[in-house]
């Protein structure tokens, strides 16, 4: 298994509260992703990186920011949450691009709630 | 913008049999990877198989087999010998080949959430 951790692993939160969410990688893998899960929509990309300091908005990404100041870490804030922000976050990272690469490998998720 | 169409959002196998997840996808790109991930109730999003675009030949893993058609633009995924352990949702997702911008981020269908009967 790729060595990806996120955490925390479940929070509840209130609305109007900050959430930082955190992905972990110990694979020295340049791009990150965060992904958000909600029934009917799969998943769905919000940010991600592609090198330290390297970010650029997904689909989904009013409301988040992130921040990428180490090549294993990579950061999902939401700056005043939201009840339309509960959902399941998955964090995932690949290699660099290449036919032999781009596989993406996902983090254990993360659930938040906001009240 | 590419899309992927999983059309099935709940199918059944019993136990030792053979099922066909199915799944279309749009694009007017020519060189691109598509994926089936498996994601069991624990909710991890597990890596079942993967296929380029430019491989005519069929990717297979162990039990797990494709079938891709390109000018159909169809990949469907077949379970062979169901096991009990198959059961959770299947995701099917596209990538395109170039890691520009925002093009090498997975795009994903719906998913199709698999039962297996013993």
């Known amino acids: 298994d790729a060595g990806i951790t996120q955490s925390p692993r479940h929070k509840v939160t209130e609305t109007g509260t900050p959430v930082t969410l955190r992905c972990h990688q110990t694979?020295?893998?340049?791009?990150m992703y965060w992904y958000r899960q909600d029934p009917g929509h799969g998943l769905r990309l919000i940010h991600y990186?592609?090198?330290?300091?390297?970010?650029d908005k997904g689909e989904v990404s009013d409301g988040y920011s992130v921040s990428r100041s180490k090549t294993e870490d990579f950061l999902l804030t939401l700056e005043s949450a939201t009840s339309s922000q509960t959902s399941v976050y998955f964090c995932?990272?690949?290699?660099?691009?290449?036919?032999?690469?781009?596989?993406?490998?996902f983090g254990p998720g993360t659930r938040l709630t906001v009240l | 913008a590419q899309t992927v169409t999983q059309s099935q959002p709940e199918m059944s196998v019993q136990e030792a049999e053979t099922v066909t997840l199915s799944c279309t996808y749009d694009?007017?790109?020519?060189?691109?990877?598509l994926f089936w991930y498996k994601q069991p109730p624990s909710r991890q999003m597990i890596l079942v198989i993967r296929q380029e675009a430019y491989k005519q030949q069929n990717a297979t893993e162990n039990r797990f087999s494709v079938n891709f058609q390109k000018a159909a633009k169809s990949f469907s995924l077949k379970i062979s010998d169901s096991q009990l352990g198959d059961a959770a949702m299947y995701f099917c997702?596209?990538?395109?080949?170039?890691?520009?911008?925002?093009?090498?981020?997975?795009?994903f269908g719906k998913g199709t959430k698999l039962s297996v009967k013993p």
């Open positions: 694979e020295n893998h340049r791009y």
């Open positions: 997702a596209y990538r395109s080949s170039n890691y520009g911008g925002s093009q090498g981020n997975l795009i």
């Open positions: 694009t007017s790109e020519s060189d691109y990877y």
């Open positions: 990186s592609y090198g330290v300091k390297d970010t």
């Open positions: 995932a990272i690949s290699e660099s691009s290449g036919r032999s690469g781009g596989t993406q490998y």
